[in-house]
């Protein structure tokens, strides 16, 4: 009998917003890198399943995906997220902060970051909350990049030698960032850049649809509370009606 064809293990990610990266335009449909994974880099199962290794792009998004779908918290999003990054990028170390009410960015989950350097840091960002479109930024050798002089000593008593910043997006707002840390100076490929921006795309879907949950049962809480002051309401105005003496009609409207 002929062989079965081997299945097609190339996956192309599209986007549906700006995607920034050295260089990127501002298209509303961007690919990002297309990857083929050599037969060494696979495990194939007995029951023909293929096990993607544990860093690799389009493996780190395939389980990202799968743990975004499972997430109960704006903590198991980011966790899921923060996993992502590490597992596509080799990086140890990543955060990601959200906007305050205030319009400050605010650390809200972190791996591998001191609690002197995040309150060091704690509301920098280089957008602020009204910026349109912005395009990630990467830092390849923290010795060698035009910033302040204490946050630069700051960064390097961290023993950080280059980072990203990559935008957070929910409905087409600026809501935060996500960043990634190197130990050493690293030059950022754009097949780096459009991963982290995929993973930063997905949560921000993520951490707008469970905004959007909580504000659900908010409402549905506030209505139910409304309907039993309403009954509540009718219950003793009926009361009233049947009471003709003063002294009991005030003693109804004490209870």
Known sequence: HPAAPRPDL??????????????????????????????????????GRVDIPVHNGIGALYRLTDKL???????????????AIRDALGCERA??????????MRFIAWRGLSDGYRRAVDGHSPWDKDTKDPLPIC??????????????????????????????????????????????????????????????????FSLERMRAGEALLEAQAQLVSELAATEQLHKVSTQLIQVKEAEALHEKILD
Do not use: N, W
């Not at 961007?30 to 083929?36: D, E, G, H, N, T």
């Not at 918290?73 to 997220?81: E, I, T």
């Not at 390097?156 to 990559?166: M, N, Y």
């Open 139 to 204: 830092i390849e050798s923290i010795d060698g990049a035009d910033l302040d002089d204490a946050l630069k000593a700051t960064i390097k008593a961290e023993g950080i030698g280059a980072l990203a910043f990559v935008p957070l997006f929910a409905k087409g707002d600026l809501i935060g960032k996500f960043m990634t840390y190197c130990d050493a100076p690293r030059a950022f490929a754009d097949a780096d850049i459009r991963l982290a921006v995929t993973i930063a795309r997905q949560l921000g």
């Open 10 to 47: 190339r996956a192309d990610v599209i986007g549906d917003g700006a995607v920034p990266s050295t260089g990127y335009t501002t298209d509303k449909t961007i690919l990002a890198p297309r990857v083929s994974l050599r037969e060494s880099e696979l495990v194939i199962a007995p029951d």
């Open 69 to 83: 779908f499972r997430a109960r918290s704006r903590s198991d999003a980011c966790d899921a997220a923060l996993d």
């Open 95 to 104: 955060s990601i902060l959200l906007f305050d009410d205030s319009g400050f």
